[in-house]
């Protein structure tokens, strides 16, 4: 077949379990899964980090939370990101990739868009 590798999304640790021993002909290249440091997702990282597969982040500012909250207002993060001189999106995004994951952060304005490429690894 032409198929040289397969990308998951939202799978678990048992998840992939089940699919791994059929990898041998067509890889497993990456999942993507929320993660961000609200939702580390540490033990599904480094079990794809031993088998060669590759965490792609979404939501890596996360959402919001019930009572409001957001990442990106969270005073840890903040104090973080002035102390290496950064702005939050930048201290989140340097945060994932280096974790060794990739983070699939979005954003419609140009200099945000910029900033967030701008990561510290």
């Known amino acids: 077949g032409k198929t040289r ?3 998951v999304s939202n799978f678990s640790i048992s998840d992939i379990k089940a699919i791994l021993p059929h990898s041998q002909d067509i890889p497993i290249s990456c999942n993507q899964v929320e993660v961000h440091p609200w939702l580390p997702n540490n033990e599904l990282i480094d079990f794809g980090k031993k088998h060669d597969i590759l965490t792609t982040c979404y939501s890596p500012f996360a959402g919001q939370k019930s009572d409001g909250m ?3 207002k969270d005073a840890v993060v903040m104090k973080i990101a002035e102390k290496n001189n ?3 999106g930048q201290c989140l995004q340097s945060w ?3 974790r060794g994951t990739v983070p699939l ?3 419609q304005n140009e200099a945000r868009i910029k ?7």
Request: glycine share 14%.
């Open 70 to 72: 957001t990442l990106i």
């Open 5 to 7: 590798a397969i990308g």
């Open 115 to 121: 900033g967030n490429l701008s990561v510290r690894k």
């Open 86 to 88: 950064m702005d939050v």
């Open 96 to 98: 994932a990739v280096q």
């Open 105 to 107: 952060g979005k954003s």
